[in-house]
């Protein structure tokens, strides 16, 4: 029997599946550990909105009917939250999900696609499966450098994906700098504003990037329910359009993509204002403490608008990783991002934070 590879989709041959945040079964089953703290995929970790849970359990007895296609529900109480039109909304599963969608519908073979080159890496993979050119652009200070973006921009443009605050590096681009981008960027130039961590954020000047829609531009706005809602586990997304640009997303979009237990947490998520703000309390508290301790080891970390942190080891974080997972913290190298000797930490509860620091003080001493 002849191998596959000549069977398989060009663009694929070079890319690295993504690895997700090790799961707790999975240390548990190897290392034989029964207390884990999993600070590796930026989940809620004081737990999921009260009122997403009663809605789950509330639609439990309806699972065997397919979801409302459309999301209609959800897709309504986003337009009064937005004040526009229900046709200005895609839900999706996940936000991952929905940028699939974004290369599905609109990256053709050769066209080139801009973003930063320490990014999330959802972004290269369907460039390249839809056989896009990706065309990563080197940040600056580990800051989306906006200024070079739009240098690289050549005819062959078709999309830039623009993480803000940006996953791994937790940074943020404030909104001047993303009008003087917007003023640029040619018309035929599909912008995506990811901003899947835009609910964390405490510094002044974040941009809004809605009026961008508003106005007719060829923006594409992501955002999740997965972070701050913390209902990662039944996965539910949404992208803001125009509608012209929602109708094509709507024609490469699986039926049924998220189900009827999502559909109903994120409802349900989107009037738990006490939740919101609990989640936002606990991780500035956590965020400051977390500070505190890598000052006191003299280890560099980036200023966060996020609920993670990316800190500079200056030593091989996947050795660190090995040895972290041993003391039962599971945090993310940073190899898969180009940045070796990073790991990224999300800020957990309190007793999770002191169990990282803990681990972090015994293996580097």
């Known amino acids: ?81 937005f004040n526009i039109g229900d046709d200005y909304f895609i839900i999706g599963n996940g936000a991952d999900n929905l940028i699939s969608l974004t290369g599905m519908a609109f990256i053709n073979n050769g066209d080139e696609v801009i973003t930063g080159e320490v990014t999330f890496q959802a972004y290269e993979t369907i460039t390249k499966i839809m056989g896009g050119e990706y065309v990563p652009v080197k940040l600056k200070d580990y800051y989306f450098d906006l200024e070079a973006i739009v240098a690289r921009i050549t005819p ?32 035929d130039v599909i912008v995506v504003f990811d901003e899947a961590y835009c609910d964390y954020v405490d510094e002044k000047g974040y941009p809004d990037s809605l009026p961008y829609v508003l106005e007719g531009r060829n ?13 990662a586990g039944i996965r539910v997304g949404y992208g803001i359009a125009r509608p012209e640009i929602i109708g094509y997303l709507r024609r490469v979009v699986d039926p049924f993509t998220t189900n009827r237990l999502g559909q109903a947490a994120a409802l349900a998520s989107l009037d738990d204002t006490a939740h919101y703000q609990q989640v936002l309390a606990a991780n ?43 003391k039962g913290v599971i945090i993310r190298p940073g190899k898969i991002y180009g940045c070796p000797t990073f790991i990224r930490v999300t800020i957990g509860t309190h007793s999770e934070n002191e169990k990282f620091i803990q681990a972090l003080t015994e293996i580097i001493g």
């Open 1 to 81: 029997m002849t191998g596959a590879e000549h069977l398989v989709r060009k663009g694929i041959l070079d890319l690295k599946p993504y690895i997700p945040g090790k799961p707790i079964e999975d240390v548990q089953r190897e290392l034989g550990l029964t207390e884990i703290v999993k600070l590796a995929s930026n989940e809620t970790s004081i737990g999921p909105s009260p009122l997403a849970v009663a809605a789950v359990q509330r639609e439990v007895p309806t699972i065997n009917l397919y979801p409302e296609g459309t999301s209609r529900l959800l897709r309504e109480k986003l337009a009064k939250k």
């Open 219 to 231: 923006v594409i706005i992501l955002r999740t329910f997965s972070k701050i809602a913390g209902i």
């Open 156 to 187: 062959r443009t078709k999309m830039i994906y623009f993480c803000n605050p940006n996953n791994p590096t937790g940074t943020m681009v404030k909104k001047d700098a993303v009008e003087k981008m917007m003023e640029t960027v040619p018309d």
């Open 284 to 326: 500035r508290e956590g965020k400051k403490y977390l500070y505190q301790e890598l000052d006191k080891l003299h280890l560099s970390y980036l200023p966060t608008e996020t609920n993670f942190i990316f800190i500079d080891l200056k030593r091989d974080s996947q050795s660190f990783f090995e040895q972290c997972l041993r």
